[in-house]
C-alpha cells in the first residue's frame, strides 16, 4: 500500500448505528486530517492531529468523535448521526503541520450514507 | 462573504481549448494559493502552488495570483479529456499545509 488509504469506501448506515471510518498512511507524515466534502460545498476541516495530538476540532458535533493512536492511523468513530452527515469523509496527512513547503496527501474518501 | 469563491460550473469545453478557472477571496493574510485536482471517487491531489503575488508555469498549466484584486486563476492550454475533473482552489495564510480554505471547486468536462 502507497499514500494515504481510507477504508471502508463506501458505507451505508442507520441514524442508530456505530460504525467508524479508518485512514493509514504509509508517508511517514506527523500530521493528519479529517475533512468532510459535501455536493456544492467547499471541504470543511473537521480535526487536526499532529504527532498523535488533537490541534484542531472545527465545531464538529460530538457524534462525531476522532481517535488518532499512533502517527499512521487515524479513526472517526460515528454514532447517532443525521441524514445531513451523508458525504464524502476525506482523510489527508502531511509531514509536520508547522513546516512552510509541506502539503496535504489526500485518501479516496469514504462515501458516507446516512439513512 | 465566504473566504473563499469559487465557480462551481459545470464546465464544459472542446478538447484543445485554454481553460481559464478562477478563485476570489477575501482574507487578505493568504499567502499560499494552491490548485488541487479531484478525479472522480479519488481525493484531491495537489496540482500547483504558488506563494504569494505572480505566475508559475507547469506544462500546459499556469497559476497566477493578483493579490491586489485578490483574485486566481488556473489556466490549462491544449486542454485534454483526462483533464476532465473537480478543480478546487485553496488558500492559506501559514503554509501549504496549515488551514486550508477550500473553494466549492470547479467540475469541468473536456469533449473530444
Known amino acids: 500500500e502507497t499514500g494515504v488509504t481510507q477504508t471502508p469506501r463506501h458505507l451505508v448506515m442507520g441514524m442508530t448505528n456505530k460504525k467508524s471510518l479508518k485512514c493509514e498512511q504509509h508517508l511517514g507524515h506527523n500530521a493528519m486530517y479529517w475533512y468532510k466534502q459535501s455536493a456544492k460545498k467547499p471541504l470543511e476541516l473537521m480535526f487536526v492531529y499532529n504527532f498523535k495530538e488533537q490541534t484542531e476540532n472545527n465545531s464538529v458535533p460530538s457524534r462525531f468523535s476522532p481517535e488518532c493512536p499512533n502517527s499512521s492511523h487515524l479513526f472517526l468513530h460515528l454514532h447517532t448521526l443525521q441524514p445531513e452527515d451523508s458525504a464524502l469523509y476525506l482523510c489527508?496527512?502531511?509531514?509536520?503541520?508547522?513546516?512552510?513547503?509541506?502539503?496535504?496527501?489526500f485518501g479516496p474518501g469514504t462515501r458516507l450514507t446516512v439513512l | 462573504q465566504k473566504e473563499v469563491e469559487q465557480d462551481p460550473g459545470p464546465l464544459s469545453v472542446p478538447e484543445g481549448a485554454i481553460v481559464s478557472l478562477n478563485c476570489t477571496y477575501s482574507n487578505s493574510a493568504f499567502q499560499y494559493f494552491m490548485w488541487y485536482r479531484q478525479y472522480s471517487r479519488k481525493g484531491p491531489e495537489l496540482l500547483m502552488y504558488t506563494y504569494s503575488s505572480g505566475n508559475k508555469e507547469d506544462g500546459r498549466f499556469t497559476a497566477q495570483v493578483d493579490k491586489s484584486s485578490k483574485y486566481i486563476s488556473l489556466f490549462i492550454r491544449d486542454s485534454q479529456p483526462s483533464d476532465s475533473a473537480t478543480y478546487l482552489c485553496?488558500?492559506?495564510?501559514?503554509?501549504?499545509?496549515?488551514?486550508?480554505?477550500f473553494g466549492q471547486g470547479t467540475r469541468l468536462t473536456i469533449n473530444p
Open positions: 485553496a488558500m492559506s495564510a501559514g503554509s501549504l499545509a496549515q488551514k486550508l480554505v
Open positions: 489527508a496527512s502531511s509531514q509536520d503541520r508547522a513546516s512552510g513547503a509541506d502539503t496535504q496527501y
